[in-house]
């Protein structure tokens, strides 16, 4: 019950902020949901032995987020990546210095990448973001009933055990109709086998997004990323498919386009 009436506070807030929300609310939104997301990453790879990033990953991905043109992104991802090995010199151990830096960037461009990518797919249409999202939000929920009703055979058992491939079918599926129905209403001078093929991917895409996530948490001997988002775990948990999801989108609409 917990799971359902957060759902049903975020999911109007967010549809509000994606389709009719001025820019600012939806930054507003990425900064606080990515802030959080980054520090529960920072968590998961501190249970690993890695060295926080904390604030110097943070500022690094709001650098990534708020760089307005999509080209100069690159360059922003280059000072980044040459300020955390710089600041990797104060380790103490130097032979953790090297993995230190590397997840610091992983996470930057894992979480404030994938939120740059989500800017830039509002800009070409809101509507490409919102089935970006619900690509991912109807997918989960078709492969829980699905995965509970049908699922015999395990996906991956030894990054996450509770998912089947009846599952994993049944979200593909509920992601592709869900899109389809979407596009047709809102956005229907969009070619249907454009819609069905860009979702598809992002499924799949999604649900390995999922599978990393559960591979890092598992790693780090973690069941959930944080406690901050109730019946749902922590934020990264949330949206760990959607960072996925939404640059595969977005890179296929660049090559459709």
């Known amino acids: 019950m917990t799971r359902i009436i957060t759902a049903l506070v975020l999911i109007p807030l967010v549809v509000w902020v994606v389709l009719a929300g ?21 968590n998961i790879a501190a249970a690993q ?8 990953g943070m500022t690094a991905g709001l650098a990534l987020l708020f760089t307005r043109d999509p080209a100069s992104a690159w360059l922003t991802i280059v000072i980044a990546a040459l300020a955390l090995m710089a600041l990797e010199l104060r380790q103490a151990d130097l032979a953790k210095a090297m993995i230190s830096a590397a997840t610091a960037l992983l996470g930057v461009v894992y979480i404030f990448g994938a939120w740059r990518s989500a800017l830039d797919l509002r800009a070409i249409n ?14 989960d929920t078709a492969a829980l009933y699905v995965g509970r009703a049908f699922g015999r ?14 599952g994993s ?8 109709l869900a899109a389809g129905v979407y596009a047709h209403l809102l956005i229907p001078s969009e070619p249907l086998w454009k819609v069905l ?7 799949i895409a ?3 997004g999922d599978l990393c996530e559960s591979a890092f948490k598992r790693g780090a001997g973690m069941k959930d990323s944080g406690t901050t988002l109730p ?12 960072l996925f999801t939404i640059p595969v989108v977005y890179a296929l609409l660049r090559v459709l386009i």
């Open 22 to 42: 001025p820019l600012w609310a939806l930054l507003a939104l990425m900064v606080l949901v990515g802030l959080i997301a980054f520090h529960e990453f920072d």
């Open 169 to 176: 079918i049944g979200s593909l599926a509920g992601g592709v």
């Open 231 to 242: 019946g749902h775990g922590g934020w990264l948990d949330r949206i760990d498919s959607s």
């Open 49 to 56: 032995g890695v060295a926080r990033s904390g604030l110097a």
């Open 153 to 166: 055979h395990k996906l991956a058992p030894r990054v996450s055990p509770s998912k089947t491939w009846e």
């Open 197 to 203: 093929a860009v979702a598809a991917a992002g499924n």
């Open 126 to 139: 809101p509507h490409w973001l919102m089935i970006a999202l619900l690509v991912s939000w109807a997918g």
């Open 206 to 208: 999604g649900q390995v």
